[in-house]
């Protein structure tokens, strides 16, 4: 029997798991500092409902089924469809109403070094009235979180659909909405493909090279919001409300490491207004998360008086960019090993840990009665400090405890434990 995993997938091993699990709860802190509530959305959704996000083409990107009655199937793909579905489906809930999530989706596509076809995304979201304070919030949220995580330096990417659609519109000449929302598609190849074979290959569709060339000059005006806004405003642009608002909003809230980017505009076609994505420096264009407002899925889900915005991040992208930060500090101190010499002693061993886990210590000893050099080894990995009970000690009245990181020692009295503990 063959003792792999399908094609693309993976078991995520326990150290992983460990660093998952502390971006989780950095991410649930973050959500209750907003005043969030959190959510699961079902894990499976009717293929209809998956479609009304990106197209009948996107049973070829997800993991698709029928069940046992005939209905057509899928795994989610992301967190904001299913969230989405549920309040749409809901009119008692109050507005705004503020939603997040963290758990895994399922995408079909090729496999490459570290994308699989199931992770995990982080995921924040507000619906009721159209409101750019929603969106600077959303904003906020995820700057907060990156900072918790050590990111403190994450730049956001400003945009807005509607300047992009009307640049087109009225700087490069183009009234097509089917070719405006081509155009827009191609912006997304920008960080992906040379501006070579971008042109050759929407030339090549029968695009004017004229028009494809606007597009790709358009998609270069970046900078200081101030001077982007005169610049866009300068070529008869009017549609620059929403950014100037967005740009006061976060400017209240402190956050000054942003610009107005013409290149960014997330291309799903749902997205209606601001839009933004957020850089790590130290990675050349990587995108650690990114958002903005889609209130089309909501007339799509026939709530046409909901509007939303929200953001979304993946956990694995993030964790690639810790660990090359080396940012990851998974706390030990409230891991405590109790180690002992001799077998007498694994009694008192068993009291001590039963003790620590009731004083919410996360606490183990060796199941093994192995020597104490092999249970110290095995402790390093795990714990950051070591209580070993050794005879001459134990007839004191004391133990030792160990500082398992710098080798240090300290000799305290049994009834003194849980005191030395709690200044560690």
Known sequence: MRLDVP???????????????????????????????????????LLDILEAKSGPSIV????????????ELGLRFDLTVGISRYVCSRRDLEY??????????????EPQRGRYRWFYQWDAEIYGRPCVRS??????????????V?????????????????????????????????????????????????????T?????????????????????????????????????GDLRK??????VRGIRDFCINLGIVRGIDYYSGIVYEFYDPTISRLAIAGGGRYDRLMQVFGRSDLSATGAAGGVERMLMVLDQRGLI???KRRRIFVAFVTEELQNRAQTIVTELRKRGYAAEMDIYSRELKKQLAYASKYSRHAIILAPREDRENKCIIKDLETGSEERVEYNRVFEKLGTL
């Open 329 to 331: 500090r998974i706390d």
């Open 60 to 71: 070829d990107e997800i993991y698709y089924l029928r069940d046992k009655a005939g209905r």
């Open 135 to 148: 969106d600077a919030e959303i904003i906020e949220l995820s700057k907060i979180y990156f900072e918790k």
């Open 96 to 109: 705004p109403f503020k939603i997040g999530a963290f758990s895994s989706v399922w995408r079909y596509d």
């Open 7 to 45: 094609r693309g997938l993976r078991d995520i091993e326990p150290e992983e798991f460990d660093k998952m699990e502390w971006l989780r709860k950095k991410f649930m802190e973050t959500l209750d500092l907003f005043g969030f509530k959190k959510m699961e959305p079902s894990t499976i959704e």
């Open 246 to 251: 967005i740009v006061e909003e976060l400017e």
């Open 150 to 202: 050590g990111l403190n330096d994450v730049r956001v990417e400003l945009n807005d659909r509607r300047v992009v659609e009307e640049y087109i519109v009225n700087v490069i000449g183009v009234k097509e909405e089917e070719i405006i929302n081509e155009l827009l598609r191609l912006l997304d190849k920008t960080t992906k493909k040379r501006e070579e074979e971008i042109i050759l290959e929407y």
């Open 204 to 240: 090549l569709k029968g695009f004017p090279k004229k028009v494809v060339e606007g597009v790709l000059e358009m998609a270069k005006i970046s900078g200081n919001a101030d001077n982007v806004l005169s610049e866009i405003e300068g070529k008869g642009l009017r549609n620059t």
